[in-house]
């Protein structure tokens, strides 16, 4: 596997469950690259910044 579908497949998990064999080979990369696992972390982050500052739950619309 490869950085550019490591990076797919780590994009794709946020959405839908990856298939076994998929995983697997994303989980053997993560382990190896440092450069993809700096890419998931800092994919969580930035999604757990973006679901704190508008969570779907709440009434988060701007205000005209």
């Known amino acids: ?3 550019e579908h490591a ?3 780590i994009s794709l998990n946020y959405e839908q469950k990856l ?3 998929d995983s697997l080979q ?3 990369h993560l ?3 440092p450069k993809c696992r700096h890419f998931k972390k ?3 982050e930035m999604r757990k910044l973006l679901q704190n500052y508008c969570d779907p739950k ?3 619309e701007k205000e005209t």
Do not use: A, G
Request: glycine share 0%; with cysteine.
């Open 26 to 28: 994303l989980q053997i």
């Open 19 to 21: 298939k076994v064999k």
């Open 58 to 60: 709440s009434n988060c």
């Open 1 to 3: 596997m490869n950085c």
């Open 31 to 33: 382990w190896l690259c």
């Open 7 to 9: 990076s797919e497949l």
């Open 42 to 44: 800092n994919n969580n």
